[in-house]
């Protein structure tokens, strides 16, 4: 009776075990920022614990007008025109916009989103004027 016990309860770890690295199989890490004021937007999200996920199962995006707004952040217009790239080979999230950005700080609510699972992330952005090399 003890060693079939023992079997269900090591089959039941193992199940447990699975779920949860399922469950925790993604992670956005640190935004490196590669554009200026006025210029188009362009980012870099890092991609973490990516587990045995695709890049066609992640999806990101901005998270809805709803979350900026219960957490109390301006929700631009123009966010509607960024893009998001994932690039699985150098596990980033790319982002960008079409247009110049001309406001100086940007906070936004990344979601990501995968067959097992839901992520946001706040980050906040300092967009500086470009500095201008000695002639």
């Given at each position: 009776?003890?060693?079939?016990?023992n079997k269900w309860v090591s089959i039941l770890g193992a199940i447990l075990c699975l779920w949860a690295t399922q469950a925790a199989a993604l992670g956005l890490g640190e935004l490196k920022l590669q554009s200026t004021l006025n210029e188009p937007f362009k980012a870099e999200v890092a991609l973490t614990n990516l587990g045995s996920i695709s890049a066609e199962e992640i999806l990101v995006s901005f998270a809805s007008v709803e979350e900026f707004t219960q957490r109390k952040l301006e929700h631009f217009f123009f966010y509607s025109d960024f893009k998001f790239t994932v690039d699985l080979n150098r596990r980033v999230v790319i982002i960008t916009s079409p247009r110049?950005?001309?406001e100086p700080y940007l906070e936004f609510i990344l979601e990501a989103r995968w067959p097992t699972g839901r992520l946001q992330r706040e980050y906040?952005?300092?967009l500086d004027m470009p500095t201008r090399l000695a002639e």
């Open positions: 009776m003890m060693k079939k016990q110049p950005i001309t906040t952005v300092l």
